[in-house]
């Protein structure tokens, strides 16, 4: 049985996911499965990713539904059989060490539940443009934000901790402040997931999440850490609004990270480690 299954939940994916199912299949730890879920997609998403199915570790599930992310997250998480589960979209690129590096800090420290790591962001042309957090790589901290596309944890955490679907756009950030309390988080400072941060109109995303704020605001009323989180996404929301109005939604956009990177191809962060 492998140590860890990757999962890709896609829908309408075909621009990028070849690049992802790529970099999870050249990564220098090998004992893993990669799973491919498509949420109905309407694209040639399935076609692209069957291109890899001769690999026995690539399992593609496909049941033309449109179910949404967190209810896929959860089914993946009752169905998969390995110790640990990664996540990954379907835009992104690991770094080739990531899964071997998350893997060795769990060997280190088998107390910690969800792990995380840092990222380089990267544009439509796979160049980095920016470093997320100012850490240095051997930073292993807690209390510190978690980037959802670079977790890995162990299924049984998953398992028993869901992600609540009515939380729509933020079920993550909902899942974090629901655990954080009572399990073990950290993050490395080692940049191991080359996060896509492309397009514009952002704050659309922004308001599309407006229904599960409103959902975590009416179920969590009492707590701070809830209203805090929500009542600064609301004000977040209407920032970028206003900033796409005068056309700056780049500048907050940029400034997500600590570190700016002059652009290069991100085929040269990767090439002294490997």
């Not at 042309?125 to 934000?145: A, I, M, T």
């Not at 950290?186 to 997931?193: A, F, W």
Request: net charge negative.
């Amino acid at each position: 049985m492998a140590k860890v299954t990757v999962a890709i939940p896609v829908y309408n994916a075909e621009k990028y996911l070849e690049q992802a199912i790529v970099s999870v299949l050249s990564q220098t730890f090998q004992d893993f499965e990669l799973w491919i879920v498509d949420d109905g997609s309407k694209d040639s998403s399935i076609k692209i990713a069957e291109k890899y199915t001769a690999d026995p570790r690539v399992k593609i599930f496909a049941d033309g539904q449109n179910l949404g992310l967190a209810t896929r997250l959860n089914r993946i998480a009752q169905d998969v059989t390995t110790e640990y589960l990664a996540r990954m979209d379907n835009d992104d690129i690991m770094h080739p060490k990531r899964l071997e590096k998350q893997i060795n800090v769990f060997a280190a420290h088998p107390e910690i539940d969800v792990l995380s790591t840092n990222l380089y962001s990267i544009d439509e042309d796979d160049c980095v443009v920016g470093k997320r957090f100012d850490k240095s790589d051997g930073f292993l901290g807690e209390n510190f934000p978690v980037m959802h596309p670079t977790v890995m944890a162990k299924t049984s955490w998953f398992r028993a901790y869901p992600y609540d679907k009515n939380a729509v756009r933020v079920d993550d950030s909902d899942l974090w402040m629901r655990t954080s309390g009572h399990c073990v988080f950290r993050t490395m400072g080692e940049p191991l997931l080359f996060y896509r941060e492309i397009g514009d109109k952002y704050y659309v995303k922004y308001f599309q999440g407006f229904p599960g704020i409103f959902y975590l605001l009416k179920k969590n009323y009492t707590s701070a850490e809830y209203l805090k989180f929500c009542f600064r996404y609301i004000a977040i929301s209407f920032v970028f609004l206003i900033s796409y109005l005068f056309g700056k939604e780049h500048i907050l956009i940029s400034n997500r990270n600590k570190v700016k990177i002059e652009k290069q191809h991100f085929t040269k962060f990767i090439g002294d480690d490997e």
